[in-house]
């Protein structure tokens, strides 16, 4: 859902920004997922970086406990995910002849309708593929749910491991 939604916003901007945002989701990529994963560790530690500036904006139930449980799997997996799914959507979405959505709503369907009947089942193949990508290697990664998952959080790598 973080793919598909920042791969609209993309495609939405003008060009020169579209390409310093896919350049900002993409350069991560190239860095060690090591790094990366440690990188999220610091920011989401109980004395990390998204921790402080909650407790200094007195933010009801701060600290919060980010890491060592499922939240902290889900948002180290997002992260190192997200490029792929960016990729795959965003070349789906500009591939859409935005006149059919423009008839759409010459027609009189609203922004919903719309959406629901006519922009999802255009964008339908790249929702699939980027999930089944996502999911094929998120069922092999090992690294983000090992360091920052608690005992607890059992994923298929670490279970064959």
């Known amino acids: ?53 909650l407790t200094d904006l007195h933010f009801p139930g701060t600290p919060f406990q980010l890491l060592y449980n499922e939240t902290g799997v889900v948002i180290g997996t997002t992260a190192v995910m997200l490029p792929y799914s960016v990729l795959l959507l965003y070349a789906v979405i500009k591939g859409i002849d935005r006149r059919l959505i423009a008839a759409a709503a010459g027609m009189g369907a609203g922004r919903i309708t719309i959406f629901r009947r006519v922009y999802v089942p255009l964008v339908a193949p790249g929702l699939v593929n980027a999930g089944v990508l996502s999911f094929i290697l998120c069922l092999g990664y090992y690294l983000t749910p090992a360091l920052m998952g608690g005992e607890k959080q059992t994923m298929v790598a670490s279970l064959i491991d």
Request: aromatic content about 10%; glycine content about 10%; charged content about 10%.
């Open 1 to 53: 859902m973080v793919g598909f939604a920042l791969a609209s916003a993309i495609s939405r901007l003008k060009p020169l920004w579209a390409g310093l945002v896919m350049l900002v989701v993409v350069v991560p990529h190239f860095i060690s997922a090591l790094v990366r994963t440690y990188g999220w560790i610091i920011l989401l530690g109980d004395n990390g970086v998204v921790n402080n500036v």
